[in-house]
């Protein structure tokens, strides 16, 4: 029962307080240079949405 409540109410709390601390940290330069040079953030959501998914799609068919 114990590893229940931590995995459904206070691992998300933190990840939550984590998320919501490094928010609070951009200014309006950050969401500027995104415009000016989105390079970065293509990559990132390239690599987060496509590659990550290819990869442990290959890790776990080459493991069955």
């Known amino acids: ?3 229940d409540v931590a995995s459904t ?4 709390a933190v990840l939550a307080f984590i998320m919501f601390s ?3 940290g951009l200014t309006v330069a950050d969401f500027r240079r995104i415009v000016r040079q ?3 953030l293509l ?7 496509v590659l990550l ?3 442990c799609s290959a890790c ?3 493991s069955a």
């Open 53 to 55: 998914p290819l990869v």
């Open 38 to 40: 989105p390079r970065a």
């Open 1 to 3: 029962m114990q590893g």
């Open 43 to 49: 990559v990132g959501v390239l690599c987060h949405f």
């Open 22 to 24: 490094l928010g609070l």
């Open 9 to 12: 109410i206070l691992l998300p």
């Open 60 to 62: 776990s068919s080459s």
